[in-house]
């Protein structure tokens, strides 16, 4: 299984950005995903998610309101459009599959209801 994020980049306070994860899962259609993030010197922390329907997203409250997790299960990729991008967004950030598809949606946050990683796309944002 590959998870392949792409996306990230230098973009200035204000911008945007629209990160893509491109997942190699047969079973993309039956898999929760998610972005999470690593800033430098921090632990990886949750950013947004959607259940395997699309029905459902949810968001770390750092990034409500600027940021929207989507999917395309026609192409096997998750989204995630960033706007309105603050200095304190610069991280790494990280796509995740959980191919369980019940999992229950508070545990959608923790790092651990995840089975598969991508290897990270780098965001920096300048003041």
């Known amino acids: 299984v590959q998870l392949q994020a792409s996306g990230g980049g230098l973009v200035q306070g204000g911008g945007s950005l629209r990160l893509s994860c491109a997942a190699s899962l047969r079973t993309f259609r039956t898999t929760n995903m998610a972005w999470f993030r690593q800033a430098p010197g921090k632990e990886r922390a949750f950013v947004a998610s959607?259940?395997?329907?699309?029905?459902?997203?949810v968001y770390a409250d750092s990034v409500k309101g600027r940021f929207a997790i989507s999917r395309d299960n026609a192409k096997n990729t998750v989204y995630l459009q960033m706007n309105n991008l603050k200095p304190e967004d610069t991280a790494v950030y990280y796509c995740?599959?959980?191919?369980?598809?019940?999992?229950?949606?508070?545990?959608?946050?923790?790092?651990?209801?995840?089975?598969?990683w991508g290897q990270g796309t780098q965001v920096t944002v300048s003041s």
């Open positions: 995740a599959a959980d191919i369980a598809p019940n999992t229950i949606i508070s545990a959608n946050r923790q790092i651990t209801s995840y089975d598969y």
């Open positions: 959607i259940r395997w329907s699309g029905s459902i997203t």
